[in-house]
């Protein structure tokens, strides 16, 4: 199994930029599919973006397609989530999850990191 651990949330002002990491630790991190997701009040949980074992793969989001970016470093274990032109919309809380390669649901889960964008 894997563990994650977000970070670099905090509040920016609409049209600012943030990149949130993901420190990956226990596994062999280049078996697993790593996913960035986000969840507001009020509204479902949402996959953004996801890059692929081999690490040549991606998936965007067409709500943040151009405007996020995801990338991953299987030597050092992490993963981020570059998001620019950021919305007051984007405001939610921000999750790096995992999934054995092949399987069909995320299992490991980070804990979460805060983003806010202000008007």
């Known amino acids: 199994q894997v563990q994650l651990t977000e970070s670099g949330g905090g509040t920016v002002q609409a049209g600012g930029s943030l990149r949130l990491s993901c420190a990956a630790s226990?596994?062999?991190?280049?078996?697993?599919?790593v996913g960035w997701f986000r969840q507001a009040p009020g509204k479902e949980r949402e996959l953004l973006a996801a890059r692929y074992a081999g690490a040549t793969s991606t998936y965007v989001a067409d709500s943040v397609k151009g405007r996020f970016a995801i990338s991953r470093d299987n030597r050092l274990n992490t993963a981020s989530l570059q998001m620019n032109s950021l919305k007051p919309e984007d405001t939610a809380v921000y999750y790096c999850a995992a999934k054995f390669r092949g399987s069909s649901d995320y299992k490991y889960w980070g804990q979460g990191t805060q983003v806010t964008v202000s008007s």
């Open positions: 226990g596994s062999t991190f280049s078996d697993y599919v």
